[in-house]
């Protein structure tokens, strides 16, 4: 038997991103012994690309703003299939959330009065992200990491040991959930994983554990997202019996750099746009006026004239098509490059040197100006971007209670963050992420310490063989011989995930893909790696495939069996969307080996919700027998 | 525009290592992290590195490049001639963990030496009144993206591994900076910054600045102005008197 | 692959070979010309101490009416020459050596302990580091934390003092708008040394950073001293340039003096231009 750490937690918390830290505060706060892991350094979690900011609808720009209307935009964006219910608390708590990070030394950019700005984003109908320049996300983990520091500061004096009561394991990876039992039937007991520096294996004896591993990306090949985005913590949940929901749905950010192929696919922010830039194709045409669909007409400009003015004159303009959701914009992009329209470098023109000075542009989007100039030599406040779609963001994740963020099928597993699914639908708003991770993080965290609470003495205890089982498992990839490397396997799946489950989707593509991700998991069983478990790259992405790989297939057999098109899922032989669909998520788990999929109804909207929306613009998305109760239904 | 670069990357442990050649291809637009990677694909898979934004954005791959701290995603290939040899090695004021990995844990104890964010007591969440102009200096410090190569390069503790204990960095004089110019941060950080993390090791030679790849005016905006906030409090004969007159503590907030 | 570099037979176990880290036996593994910028500092500052350690002892060619070398002004001996005492001579008349050695210690002070100097010799004499990332060869450092180079905190006098002598050398300038003769309306080509002289040391003082710091940088809310903040933001501008300031106005002195030196020895004569 390999030697092994061991520690005891009441609640351990796998993800040191937004959401894994507000968790953990919670559950800190509530008196719980709290561990977070994390695959990277503190203070490094993906949260920290986030550019844009932080949505909630504090209303210090615009005082039209509300909850109601931050919940109205949020749905729509997600064309009507999100959780209704975490819609809402979202919507109601976000202010709340931002207003705690100030507390804890959070500065945001100010208003003339000393109230935290807010900026406009894409399908936010007022100034709604709270942000520092492009970095809010750094300000975001950084707050919440020195909120850390204080509560272990706080325990120092108190209990003479600074981590006695919250301890980060950083560079440490999970690789499985302990139960008490089999997988379906057992209670969360603990989580296997290992040291990454070392190579040596720990053990967390934990009732409560909270995945907070935020996405899939990495399983694209262009894409915003960093290798630690390897959907860990969706195989984690499905391995131990937890569902997924919505892995069709996946958001492709239209603007990311094309050029170096270096460099593809790293962010370019939306807040380019919110601060006036515009879309061009290769004629010099601001294309985006021609790809307005219907259910958006009402609500943005047709003309270039008046979309100018709407950036001085909000209240009595409509806003410019560049602000459309992401999803319509990526899309657009998509059918210029199609159609030869695009830039030298297979994107289209992003153009705010010509709107903005030099001064403003480098003042409001300082990170932007530096990653252009710095990794590929253009200044942008003299030429224009090049720019493309980008794996981004994945709106499907680990099913959850909305109020405590607790898996309805394995009991002591909680999630929040990227890495759970419901909150945004088919299509999540640009900066309603990083207000996603305060709200849900911190009722996880809170849902885990009640959990436990409940339990009292009772705690499942892991089952020995599976601790052998996980240890085993982590170190097969040693003993197979002559197998072939993982970074060609990882290679291969990204090329796939790329090319045949990507932006467009069609029957044909999708089985083709799902074909060749049968190969390659049988390819990836016998992968071989070299060395020995000191920080061991190869050995690290050997264990990450093998949740990529898993999450691929839910990505596509969702995809294959989702016929319509909606939100972050377009299918060119199902280009409409079928209010029939709506109603259904699409909901995936893992028996043995095998990904098997089954529909399950959408929760259905309270009427009071309902109410908030105009009876014509449901019309566009729901049935009419769904709609019996609207106030405005004709009788 | 491809060609096959030297390379020379420190391969090792605590136990021992070399410099290591190796030829690798280079495309265009490249930079080094992106040439490590190759060595990671093609050649030497247990090669270990830090990184994860690949943009900047998070600090993890700080290595040095031909002797200098710098972030190998922001290292361009095209900064080097294509005949010259470029040299990779760890962090040489930390501890080596593997390879181009250090353990970089100094500075997370260090962080957790400075007193945290202290608001005025009473103000409660949604309150917080800030002027930009007064929150702009601290600011700029928040955008440290702790990549710590202004911690490697300092050679306070760089070569005198025995100044550790007292010192706590540029990193954390900015951080230092920050709270003491928070406009609503309420504790007294000086006396502090002098005599428990060694502000008067640092001889302002600037090095911290020199390598910042947020281009945080470390030592100017930071480091100075604490020394002069330093002197108010502490070395200042008028100040004191000042101070006394008015019945305050010197360095008190004006 | 092969293998290039032994690790070192010997190092002394400290600084960048401290146990733990990466064996490295290189002090360093830069590949630029990292020494040429602290040997061109240390050469014109040493050119600097010994032409001014000259001519202060020198006592001799520093004024030709009506220009007084700024090593000397003001001067406060009986010895200067007439003219030379628009200050009064307050020393009196035991006072033997050279004028300049009674008031050299202020600008010299100020000088010594300016943030930017410091720099440039702790680097360039000290070694201290020689470079960024370059092994500095001593065993034990301890900083500005112990004396003497704990006085270095006093540099704000030194800037309060420095301002008077702003003035002083201001008004130097002013008087050199003078022929020979102590009539007004004329000037020279020495006239313009001393205007730009004493340009750039307003340039070099208003830009240091205890300047930066008393007219704004020490308050915590700029919202509440929107006059100090617009200083504050003014010197700040000119506090990026502080280096250039300090070289500038190095060589404005040591220009300055040459060339009344040679006026006065009478190597050349003064152009009038009217
Ligand atoms: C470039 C970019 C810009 C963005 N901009 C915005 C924006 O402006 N506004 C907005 O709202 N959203 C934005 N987003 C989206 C948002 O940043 C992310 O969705 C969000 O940060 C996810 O946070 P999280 O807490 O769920 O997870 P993350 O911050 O990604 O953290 C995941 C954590 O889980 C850990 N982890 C993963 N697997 C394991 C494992 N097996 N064992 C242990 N630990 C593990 C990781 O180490 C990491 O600490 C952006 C995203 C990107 C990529
Ligand atoms: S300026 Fe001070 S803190 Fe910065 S590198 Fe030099 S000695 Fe270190
Ligand atoms: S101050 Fe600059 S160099 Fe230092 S850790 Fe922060 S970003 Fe890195
Ligand atoms: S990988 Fe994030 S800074 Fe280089
Ligand atoms: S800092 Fe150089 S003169 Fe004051």
């Not at chain 1, 992009?333 to 695009?342: H, L």
């Not at chain 1, 720019?387 to 909305?402: A, K, L, R, W």
């Not at chain 3, 001996?77 to 030379?84: E, H, R």
């Not at chain 3, 905190?153 to 050199?176: E, G, M, P």
Request: net charge neutral; charged share 25%; hydrophobic share 35%.
């Amino acid at each position: 038997m390999t030697d092994f750490e061991r520690h005891q937690y009441d609640v351990v918390v796998i993800g040191s991103g937004g959401a894994g830290l507000r968790a953990a505060i919670a559950a800190r706060e509530a008196g719980k012994k709290t561990a977070v892991v994390c695959k990277s350094l503190f203070g490094k979690a993906h949260t920290v690309m986030a550019e844009g900011g932080i949505a909630a609808s504090m209303g210090n720009v615009n005082d039209n703003d509300n909850w109601q209307v931050h919940f109205r935009d949020t749905m729509r964006g997600g064309k009507f299939m999100n959780n209704y219910r975490m819609a809402e608390l979202h919507a109601k708590e976000a202010p709340d959330r931002v207003w705690e990070l100030e507390e804890w030394g959070a500065l945001f950019d100010r208003t003339p009065d000393g109230k935290i700005s807010q900026r406009n984003f894409g399908g936010h109908e007022y100034p709604r992200l709270a942000h520092v320049g492009d970095r809010t996300g750094l300000e975001l983990i950084r707050t919440l990491q020195q909120k850390i520091v204080s509560l272990q500061q706080q325990d120092e004096k108190d209990l003479g040991d600074a981590e006695a009561m919250l301890k980060v394991f950083a560079e440490c990876t999970i690789t499985d959930l302990l139960l008490d039992d089999e997988p379906g039937k057992g209670k969360i007991a603990g989580a296997f994983g290992y040291y990454r520096e070392t190579g040596r294996f720990v053990v967390f004896d934990t009732a409560a554990v909270v995945v907070a591993t935020g996405g899939i990306g990495k399983s694209f090949k262009v894409t915003s997202n960093s290798w630690e985005y390897t959907g860990d913590g969706l195989a984690l949940a499905m391995r131990a019996g937890g569902t997924v929901l919505n892995m069709e749905f996946i958001q492709f950010h239209p603007t990311g750099m094309v050029w170096p192929l270096s460099v593809k696919g790293i962010l370019v922010t939306e807040s380019v746009r919110g601060d006036g830039g515009i879309l061009k194709n290769s004629e010099g045409k601001r294309f985006m006026f021609d790809y307005i669909p219907d259910v958006f007409k009402a609500k943005y400009a047709t003309t270039e004239e008046e979309g100018d003015r709407w950036y001085t004159d909000p209240d009595n303009n409509l806003r410019p098509p560049e602000l459309l959701p992401r999803d319509e914009v990526a899309r657009a992009i998509n059918s210029e490059v199609k159609a030869g329209r695009g830039s030298p470098h297979g994107g289209v023109f992003l153009d705010i040197a010509s709107r903005k000075s030099p001064d403003v542009i480098r003042k409001k989007l300082p990170s932007m100006y530096h990653q252009f100039k710095e990794l590929a030599d253009v200044d942008i406040t003299v030429e224009p971007m090049e720019v493309g779609p980008t794996c981004h963001y994945v709106m499907g994740g680990i099913e959850v209670d909305p109020d405590t963020g607790a898996s309805p099928s394995v009991q002591g597993l909680f999630s929040a963050g990227e890495a759970s699914g419901g909150m945004h639908g088919s299509n999540r708003l640009g900066g309603n992420s990083l207000s996603d991770l305060l709200v849900f993080g911190r009722r996880a965290g809170l849902g885990a310490s009640a959990y436990v609470e409940g339990l009292g003495g009772n705690k499942p205890t892991a089952k020995e063989e599976d601790i052998t089982k996980a240890a085993d498992r982590a170190q097969a990839p040693f003993t197979h011989e002559g197998g072939e490397n993982p970074y060609t396997l990882h290679q291969e799946l990204q090329q796939t995930m790329n090319d045949l489950v990507g932006i467009i989707r069609t029957d044909a593509e999708i089985k083709e893909a799902l074909k060749r991700i049968e190969v390659l998991k049988g390819r990836i069983a016998n992968m071989t790696v070299e060395g020995h478990r000191q920080f061991n790259p190869g050995w690290h992405l050997a264990l990450d495939l093998q949740s990529m790989i898993i999450v691929s297939e839910c990505v596509a057999k969702a995809a294959l069996t989702r016929t319509e098109s909606r939100g972050g899922h377009t299918r060119e032989d199902f280009p409409t969307m079928e209010s029939d669909w709506r109603v259904v998520n699409l909901i995936c788990s893992l028996h043995g080996n095998d990904i098997e999929i089954v529909k399950q109804p959408l929760p259905i909207m309270t009427n009071e919700l309902l109410s908030l929306f105009e009876h014509s613009e449901l019309e566009k998305y729901l049935a009419i027998d769904e709609l019996k109760d609207h106030p405005e239904a004709k009788r | 525009m491809a060609y096959d670069a030297s390379f020379r990357v420190w391969r090792g442990n605590t136990n021992g290592g070399e410099l290591t050649n190796y030829k690798v291809s280079v495309n265009e637009g490249e930079v080094v992290l992106d040439i490590i990677h190759r060595l990671q694909q093609t050649q030497t898979p247990d090669l270990a590195v830090r990184w994860n934004c690949k943009a900047g954005k998070c600090g993890s791959c700080s290595a040095e490049v031909n002797g200098k701290p710098a972030l190998l995603c922001m290292t361009r290939m095209n900064t080097f001639t294509e005949d010259e040899t470029v040299t990779v090695t760890p962090l040489r004021t930390f501890p080596v963990i593997k390879d181009l990995v250090t353990d970089v844990s100094f500075n997370y104890q260090k962080a957790r030496e400075i007193p945290s964010f202290t608001p005025p007591e009473g103000l409660k969440p949604g309150e917080y009144r800030m002027q930009q102009v007064d929150v702009e200096r601290s600011q700029e410090f928040r955008k440290c993206i702790e990549c710590f190569l202004c911690q490697d390069v300092c050679h306070v503790i760089r070569d005198h591994e025995d100044n550790k204990p007292a010192f706590s960095g540029p990193r954390f004089f900015i951080r230092q900076a920050e709270l003491d110019m928070h406009p609503l941060d309420t504790a007294s950080r000086k006396r502090d910054a002098q005599e428990k993390h060694g502000i008067g090791l640092c001889n302002i030679t600037k090095c911290c600045t020199e390598v910042c790849p947020e281009h945080i005016k470390i030592t100017d905006n930071a480091i100075i102005p604490m020394k002069e906030r330093v002197a108010d409090a502490k070395y200042d004969p008028l100040r004191w008197l000042g101070a006394k007159i008015r019945g305050r503590q010197p360095g008190d907030v004006e | 692959m092969s293998t290039t570099e032994k690790p070192a037979a010997s190092n002394d176990g400290t600084g960048v070979f401290s146990p733990g880290r990466a064996r490295i036996s290189a002090k360093t593994l830069r590949v630029d010309n990292w020494w040429v910028q602290p040997t061109i500092t240390f050469i014109i500052l040493l050119s600097f101490v010994i032409y001014s350690t000259w001519r202060a002892f020198a006592n001799a060619d520093y004024f030709s009416m009506p220009y007084l070398s700024p090593f000397y002004s003001p001067c406060l001996a009986d010895s200067c020459p007439p003219g030379s005492q628009d200050f009064g001579s307050w020393i009196g008349s035991w006072y033997a050596w050279s004028p300049a050695l009674i008031i050299l210690i202020f600008p010299l002070g100020f000088r010594m302990t300016c943030y930017y100097y410091r720099k440039a010799y702790y680097r360039s004499f000290w070694m201290s580091p020689p470079a960024c990332a370059v092994a500095e060869p001593h065993k034990k450092y301890s900083g500005e934390t112990k004396f003497p180079l704990i006085l270095e905190n006093v540099h704000r006098y030194f800037f309060y003092a420095a301002l008077v002598f702003n003035v002083v050398l201001t008004w130097d300038a002013i008087a050199s708008f003078r022929n020979p003769q102590g009539e007004w309306g004329h000037a020279g080509l020495g006239t313009l040394f001393l205007v730009g002289n004493a340009t750039l040391l307003w340039l070099y003082s208003l830009s240091c950073h205890s300047c930066r710091h008393a007219v704004g940088g020490r308050l915590k809310h700029f919202s509440n001293h929107p006059v100090r903040y617009k200083w504050w933001t003014m010197v700040s501008k000119l506090n990026t340039r502080h280096m250039l300031f300090a070289w500038l106005s190095l060589f404005g002195v040591a220009f300055t003096d040459f060339y009344i030196y040679l006026v006065a020895s009478g190597a050349i004569t003064d152009p009038r231009f009217f």
